[in-house]
């Protein structure tokens, strides 16, 4: 059973910068999936960030975050990482990674439903 931990989250201040991981554990012999970084304030809905195809250069971000936020993932893929630079106060919330088994083309944008499998999330708060 595949299995996603969120980590780097934090307090930052505006302008500053967090880099978040998602580690991916448990095994699966997915082959073309999309994983993508979203997040949810209360009483909003999970709001889709950015996004990655396992088997190519695709990415999708955001028009919120285009600029600031860079996806990536490590050389195993098995963690996927976000780069949040020049955070601003409506950047705060709990992100979780996900992943989605669905071609890139049914899967993107990411809009909830989403995802086959979901990390716990992890809190990043932007204040002065």
């Known amino acids: 059973q595949l299995q996603l931990v969120e980590s780097g989250g934090g307090l930052v201040q505006p302008g500053g910068s967090l880099r978040l991981s998602c580690a991916a554990s448990g095994g699966f012999t997915l082959d073309y999936y999309a994983i993508c970084w979203f997040r949810q304030v209360p009483g909003a809905e999970r709001e889709g960030v950015s996004c990655m195809s396992s088997r190519d250069e695709r990415r999708y971000y955001a028009d919120s975050v285009k600029g600031r936020f860079t996806i990536s993932t490590n050389n195993s893929k098995n963690r996927i990482y976000l780069q949040m630079n020049s955070l601003k106060l409506e950047d705060a919330a709990v992100y979780y990674c996900?992943?989605?088994?669905?071609?890139?083309?049914?899967?993107?944008?990411?809009?909830?439903?989403?995802?086959?499998?979901w990390g716990q999330g992890t809190q990043v708060t932007v204040s002065s």
């Open positions: 996900a992943l989605d088994a669905r071609p890139w083309g049914r899967a993107i944008p990411p809009t909830v439903p989403w995802g086959d499998y």
